[in-house]
């Protein structure tokens, strides 16, 4: 029996974080290396025009995501890589998506209502119409599930609702994901325990590059909670047992222990430990993304590659929806 059908994606907007990592890449090679999936990892790109950049920054951008997945350990010989504006079929899969997806049903999405409010001169049709693309991208692989954060758990709703809208009006043609959420799916900002680590918060934020002695500087400077106990209680500690969240993720400890561990101990010398745990962490990362960006024409390669096969895939399908839509 063929295995099922994975897809996840990440945008190229900047560098990676370790909110990134946790929530979506470490967990993609877990995936990937349980032999479970048929994977498919995309970049972004299409989705991360809806706010401004620099065209002269985004090759290199889609490059850097390309060398991230692959020192994090995804693997072109298991999964899918590819890049999702160089597969027409995502594009025009959303066009016929769009003529059935009522306009309330986006208005109300959450992440359209805060992106807005961050972007207040940037409003455009691709923020409100990114849950269809998002849809699209799911739909046209038949993938029948989707490791995505809390955030993103409204969007795949929204494909649920569309798969079986167009299914009940021209027949059985999609599948119905599921969703698979990460255990460390919201990594919060070490400012503001409140919002999500954001690249537009970089003194709150860790990314996957940073040396040692930044990861160590920005822990120390990290907020903290009233009183001195080291415990994983969200509601009234949500600083410390955001710390706790990144320490458990990362060496794979349950939180318990951590706190039996630490018990005692003071913010300061818990905040020393998850430093050290971090770089460590990070360090062959590090080392194999460094040796990968070196080697642009390699990346190419394996993009191209994973190109082709995303192709061949999306277009079988696409021809099957034009064909019950009347198109052909």
Same mark, same amino acid.
């Given at each position: ?167 009940? %009006?021209?027949?059985?043609?999609? #599948?119905?994901?599921?969703? @698979?959420? &990460? ?5 919060? *900002? /070490? =400012? ?78 818990? %905040?020393?430990?998850?430093?050290? #745990?971090?770089?460590?962490? @990070?360090? &062959? ?5 460094? *040796? /990968? =960006? ?35």
């Amino acid at each position: 029996m063929p295995k099922p059908v994975l897809i996840s994606g990440i945008r190229p907007t900047g560098k990676l974080h370790l909110g990134n990592y946790l929530g979506g890449l470490k967990n993609f090679v877990d995936l990937q290396n349980s032999d479970k999936y048929q994977c498919y990892f995309f970049i972004a790109d299409l989705h991360s025009l809806d706010e401004n950049f620099n065209p002269k920054e985004k090759p290199q951008q889609i490059l850097d995501v390309a060398a991230d997945y692959l020192a994090a350990g995804l693997n072109p010989k298991k999964s899918i890589i590819f890049v999702q504006s160089q597969i027409p079929a995502h594009s025009e899969l959303a066009w016929i998506l769009n003529t059935i997806t009522p306009l309330g049903e986006l208005e109300r999405m959450t992440q359209f209502k805060e992106k807005s409010e961050a972007q207040k001169n940037n409003i455009n049709l691709g923020l409100l119409a990114y849950p269809v693309l998002m849809a699209a991208d799911i739909l046209l692989y038949d993938a029948q599930f989707v490791p995505v954060g809390e955030d993103q758990l409204q969007h795949l709703e929204l494909t649920h609702t569309l798969a079986r809208k167009f299914n009940n %009006k021209f027949g059985q043609t999609f #599948v119905e994901p599921k969703a @698979l959420l &990460t255990k460390a799916s919201r990594i919060m *900002s /070490l =400012t503001d325990p409140m919002k999500k680590m954001s690249k537009s918060q970089p003194n709150g934020c860790l990314f996957l590059d940073d040396s040692p002695k930044v990861i160590q500087e920005k822990l120390s400077q990290a907020v903290t909670d009233s009183g001195h106990e080291i415990k994983y209680e969200p509601q009234n500690k949500s600083a410390i047992s955001n710390l706790l969240t990144i320490y458990a993720a990362l060496t794979e400890q349950p939180i318990k222990i951590l706190e039996e561990k630490y018990a005692g101990q003071s913010y300061a010398e818990f %905040k020393k430990d998850l430093a050290k #745990v971090i770089s460590d962490s @990070l360090k &062959t990362f590090q080392k194999e993304k460094k *040796s /990968l =960006t070196s080697n642009k024409k390699y990346l190419q390669e394996i993009l191209e590659a994973g190109n082709q096969q995303a192709r061949e895939k999306s277009q079988a399908k696409l021809l099957a929806i034009k064909e019950k839509i009347g198109l052909i």
